[in-house]
Nanobody, 125 residues
Framework: HVQLVESGGGSVQAGGSLRLSCTASGYTSSSFCMGWYRQTPGKERERVASIIPVANDTYYSDAVKGRFTISQDSGKSTLYLQMNDLKAEDTAMYFC???????????????????WGQGTQVTVS
């Protein structure tokens, strides 16, 4: 049974930083993609960043490139998202996602990810 649990969200002023964590249980493969998505009310969930840990192959959306960093601590089975220089438009619910279908591929669609966390709220004012 795979479980993803996010933490680290909160309220911060513009220009500040937060680090989100996603602890995975029952999921240990470093060959599969893991990612962070975010969603605001009335909008589709969008991919923020993703990583293929075994290759350290990363992706960032244009909106966060240069400000956010995705990383994984395989020993702790934890995925991180370091968010710097936060902006009001970064306000959203952030979700951790993990794939299990195709190794070394980070899909673009939500259906490419088999497992999701419950989300953690980030509010930037």
């Amino acid at each position: 049974h795979v479980q993803l649990v996010e933490s680290g969200g909160g309220s911060v002023q513009a220009g500040g930083s937060l680090r989100l964590s996603c602890t995975a249980s029952g999921y240990t493969s470093s060959s599969f993609c893991m990612g962070w998505y975010r969603q605001t009310p009335g909008k589709e969930r969008e991919r923020v960043a993703s990583i293929i840990p075994v290759a350290n192959d990363t992706y960032y959306s244009d909106a966060v490139k240069g400000r956010f960093t995705i990383s994984q601590d395989s020993g702790k089975s934890t995925l991180y998202l370091q968010m710097n220089d936060l902006k009001a438009e970064d306000t959203a619910m952030y979700f951790c996602a993990a794939a299990s279908g195709r190794p070394r591929v980070c899909g673009r669609s939500l259906g490419d990810y088999s497992y999701w966390g419950q989300g953690t709220q980030v509010t930037v004012s």
